[in-house]
């Protein structure tokens, strides 16, 4: 097979399932947490910290690698424009995407402790999780345009 075709579909499938459980795990976070149920948000959680470490951070791993490969091969100056505007929207995602992490971490760990209704503490923390992922939803959704028509943006 070749190469860059595969390395291209690595990264089509790796952006996928970064975009696909970050989405999805954001969608359960904030559908269970309008219940207010601690032991229900418990379960989730767990489960959406589960899913960032077996799909999100190989995903997050692979989407670098297989670009700046790509990049390479295909001849494409490091610094053109898109490209630089590319990577310091994927450093903005992550750096969104790394303390909600911990987030989750803590909800889950505050709601494991607790019955009835969301500790006042995990539904501040969650509150922060929330924004967020506005900002990484944001910049991955333009990295995706980018990829895809790769523009002028200056110079």
Do not use: N
Not at 15 to 26: D, E, K, M, N, P
Not at 61 to 76: D, E, K, M, R
């Amino acid at each position: 097979m070749d190469p860059y075709l595969t390395v291209k579909w690595l990264h089509i499938l790796s952006s996928t399932v970064l975009f696909g459980t970050g989405i999805g795990t954001a969608f359960q976070m904030v559908w269970v947490m309008r219940y207010g149920d601690a032991t229900q948000v418990h379960g989730v959680a767990s489960g959406v910290v589960v899913a960032d470490w077996l799909f999100t951070t190989p995903a997050g791993i692979v989407q670098p690698a297989t670009g700046l490969w790509l990049v390479w091969y295909a001849g494409f100056g490091w610094t053109e424009p898109w490209l630089l505007t590319t990577y310091a929207l994927y450093i903005l995602a992550f750096l969104c995407w790394a303390p909600v992490v911990h987030l989750q971490i803590r909800i889950r760990d505050l709601c494991a402790q607790t019955t009835g209704g969301v500790p006042p503490e995990a539904r501040h923390l969650y509150r922060i999780w929330f924004a967020l992922g506005w900002p990484a939803f944001a910049a991955l959704t333009f990295v995706f345009w980018l990829m895809v028509t790769k523009p002028p943006l200056w110079g």
